[in-house]
């Protein structure tokens, strides 16, 4: 048989009511005044691959976390002399659960708990349940929530400061506020206001770890603080931490 040529081949398309064929090699729908081009289908002999179309690579999907990797953040209160921690670490112990981190402090007359737990997803649902009776029963203040492992944040550098100055209203709102706007993360924070045993003044005293982006400019950032400390009369310290 010969080869029909393109006008032959519109033709003979129009004819069987397939539809014309344009010119660039796709298919105009029949009665759809030529506004949706469709692409003709493409046979594949064996042993060929379809063609992979520009831009739909696959999309990364996030990774499912390991069924033991489960976390909640735990926060207990209760009034000095007694301590949530050994009611609060013996239902991590007792469901199956493992510590991650804890901190205690004593605030005022209260004691506070802070623990973070990690385990299966039941194991985390019994220290749930576990937690429930433990503040009907105890009278404990309990709060906690599920949560994720912190993300490691190898940009940023630990670095200490120490500050002590006679206590005003607003100091640590000054500091927080200074890293704040210097886009510096405070990581830990403890600070207090005490008498001088020695000539009864009022003091303030604060220890602070903060984390410094690696791209930030160390001479620099400690010559700001130091002169911002400077404007508000605090006598502080700056220096990386060693461990």
């Known amino acids: 048989m010969l080869p029909l040529s393109r006008k032959g081949a519109s033709a003979h398309a129009e004819s069987r009511g397939e ?3 344009c010119a660039g090699g796709c298919y105009l729908r ?16 064996a042993g060929h691959s379809p063609p992979r179309i520009a831009g739909a690579a696959l999309t990364d999907t996030a990774p499912r976390p390991s069924p033991n990797e489960n976390y909640l953040l735990i926060n207990a209160y209760t009034t000095h002399p ?12 007792d469901s199956g659960c493992n510590m991650v981190d804890t901190r205690l402090s004593t605030v005022g007359r209260d004691v506070s708990v ?11 649902a019994k220290l ?16 906690w ?3 994720g492992a912190k993300p490691i944040q190898s940009n940023l550098l630990p670095y200490v400061v120490e500050v002590v100055a006679a206590d005003k209203p607003g100091i640590l709102f ?31 005293s604060a220890q602070l770890t903060i984390g410094v982006p690696s791209s930030m400019h160390i001479a620099a950032l400690r010559d700001d603080f130091l002169e911002f400390c400077d404007h508000l009369n605090l006598d502080a310290i700056m220096d990386p931490m060693k461990f």
């Open 82 to 93: 007694s301590s949530p921690l050994l009611m609060v670490t013996r239902r991590i112990a």
């Open 128 to 143: 749930e349940s576990m937690l429930t009776r433990l503040e009907r029963e105890e009278g404990l203040k309990l709060i």
């Open 174 to 204: 000054q500091l927080a506020d200074f890293f704040d706007r210097q886009g510096i993360t405070i990581e830990t924070l403890h600070c207090s206001r005490y008498r001088a045993m020695q000539t009864g003044a009022d003091m303030f």
């Open 114 to 124: 802070t623990a973070l737990a990690i385990g299966s997803w039941d194991a985390i």
């Open 19 to 21: 539809g014309a064929v």
């Open 30 to 45: 029949r009665k759809s005044g030529g506004k949706y081009p469709v692409r003709p289908r493409t046979r594949l002999s």
């Open 145 to 147: 929530y599920r949560t």
